[in-house]
């Protein structure tokens, strides 16, 4: 039963791995100067190089520098961009090693993180002077 119980919530917690991505993507694509990142779900559809995906994630972290947006909000957009990648890599290592408890609280508590770094950017954004409340 508790392999079961282990097994749902890590494809829980991977599916939302995957849904964070596709949020990230349309994060970015709202931004000043548009940055587009591959689609997640089509690359693997296509049975493409995920890897392609994470050099372009990984990209995000320099390019935002030059977007026309607060400082805060661009920490935010790196620090997202990170725990993204350590959900991603949780879940990969889950598949290779199995869903230990440790392995699945790793994935859930970067996805609260990433949680925690959208609303910071959407609340960030609806400064219109890029002030802080």
């Keep these: 039963m508790a392999d079961h119980d282990s097994r749902e919530r890590f ?9 964070a991505y596709a949020y990230i993507a349309s994060l970015l694509q709202e ?8 689609d997640l779900l089509q690359v693997v559809d296509d049975e493409g190089d995920t ?3 994470l050099l372009a994630l990984n990209r995000v972290r ?5 977007e026309p947006i607060s400082e805060s909000r661009k920490r935010a957009f790196e620090h997202l961009v990170l725990d993204w990648f ?5 879940v990969s290592i889950t598949k290779l090693a199995g869903p230990a408890p440790w392995r699945l609280d790793c994935i859930e508590f970067a996805l609260v993180r990433i949680t925690t770094w959208i609303e910071t950017i959407e609340d960030d954004e609806e400064e219109p002077d890029g002030s802080q409340p």
């Design 11 to 19: 494809l829980m917690l991977a599916e939302a791995t995957t849904g």
């Design 31 to 38: 931004l000043p100067v548009p940055v587009i990142i591959p």
């Design 51 to 53: 890897g392609e995906i």
């Design 62 to 66: 320099t390019v935002i520098s030059d």
């Design 86 to 90: 350590v959900a991603y890599e949780m």
